[in-house]
């Protein structure tokens, strides 16, 4: 399960930079730019996303124990 959240959070993570990189360079990376649902909020889900890589990576720590 451990692997799996630090998997998630990875993915989650490089996304969130592919999308920032998107939107303060117009370099066509990621999937954020691609998906029409988030028309106009690219940047916010972007964060959004280094926010939930952040959560991904605590709670696979969190499993690992004392």
Do not use: K
């Not at 280094?50 to 990576?57: P, T």
Request: hydrophobic share 60%; glycine share 14%.
């Amino acid at each position: 399960m451990r692997q799996l959240l630090e998997l998630l959070g990875f993915l989650a993570l490089v996304q969130g930079v592919l999308g920032l990189v998107h939107e303060f360079t117009g370099w066509e990376a990621g999937f954020v730019q691609r998906i029409g649902a988030f028309d106009g909020y690219e940047l916010f889900v972007s964060v959004a996303l280094l926010v939930l890589a952040g959560a991904l990576f605590a709670a696979a720590e969190s499993l690992r124990g004392p």
